[in-house]
């Protein structure tokens, strides 16, 4: 059974990669490279893979799946210039995709137990525009 | 990593084929068969499939937005879809066939380093087709 839970966060940010020209992150990533950084009201769709506990009838506990999402991304990442103030982004361009991966990194081991696994993250950085991240590559 | 992204477009059609009676088709498709035609705002989601790349991406947008925009937005969005779309002619304007049809013409000498992998089109809120794309082999 899949389980899904959402959540939201605002953040500003800048995508450009220092070492090229300011005119090739322009011709890269357009808008987005505006230097002073610009903000989307991301949406988080965690979705775990598992089978209900028969003890339970739950696959996971989905207080504990609220505290972790908001430990590991909303606390951190909520109203914050992703650039500046949350590695790697300092280093790494901050794409959905990029965020995408790094939001896998930060809660897959605090979900994975067993029988249960996280099978999808999907990001929303736009009602028009996601990313859908499965681990690997 | 899957990449989704949303675009817009209107059209008219009208629901008829030939190989049933007037009385038949306006039995099976209803509404649908109004011989003066109707329209829809229709939502198409493209999901491309592949890697990051080196600026962090899975493609680049805004070529993923001018191929399908030249391929088509600018041919479906204020068209009747019986009388103005070559490829529809002959075959019943569903969405199934509309979906089917959007899917040849991205597919055809598509340019993107990442896979087409996805056509989706909603033709109003309560309904959506999903076509997936074949791994090449």
Not at chain 1, 25 to 43: D, E, F, L, S
Not at chain 1, 89 to 117: C, H, S, Y
Not at chain 2, 100 to 123: C, G, H, K, Q, Y
Request: one cysteine or more; proline letters at 6%.
């Amino acid at each position: 059974m899949f389980l899904t839970r959402k959540a939201e966060f605002s953040a500003s940010h800048v995508c450009a990669n220092p070492a090229w020209t300011p005119e090739r992150n322009q011709a890269v990533y357009g808008n987005n490279a505006n230097p002073n950084g610009h903000g989307h009201n991301y949406v988080l769709e965690v979705t775990l893979a598992g089978d209900p506990d028969p003890a339970t009838g739950m696959v996971f506990d989905l207080r504990e799946l609220k505290e972790i999402l908001n430990r590991e991304v909303v606390d951190p990442m909520d109203h914050r210039f992703l650039n500046r103030e949350v590695p790697p982004f300092d280093r790494v361009v901050p794409t959905t995709e990029n965020l995408a991966v790094e939001i896998w990194k930060r809660i897959e081991p605090q979900i994975r137990r067993t029988g249960v696994r996280l099978h999808n993250v999907r990001l929303y950085e736009t009602d028009d525009l996601f990313v859908d991240y499965g681990g690997g590559q | 990593m899957r990449l989704t992204s949303r675009y817009r477009f209107s059209a008219s059609h009208r629901l008829d084929t030939p190989t049933l009676s007037p009385a038949e088709n306006r039995r099976l498709y209803g509404k649908c068969n109004n011989p003066h035609g109707h329209g829809h705002n229709y939502v198409l989601d493209i999901t491309v499939d592949g890697p990051i790349d080196e600026t962090g991406q899975v493609v680049n947008r805004e070529e993923l937005d001018k191929l399908v925009r030249r391929r088509v937005l600018r041919r479906l969005d204020h068209r009747d879809l019986n009388t103005e779309i070559p490829e529809l002619w002959g075959r019943v304007t569903t969405t199934e066939n509309l979906a089917a049809m959007v899917r040849e013409a991205l597919s055809e000498n598509w340019t993107l380093p990442a896979r087409l992998a996805s056509v989706r089109i909603a033709e109003t809120a309560r309904n959506s087709f999903e076509l997936e794309v074949p791994k090449q082999r």
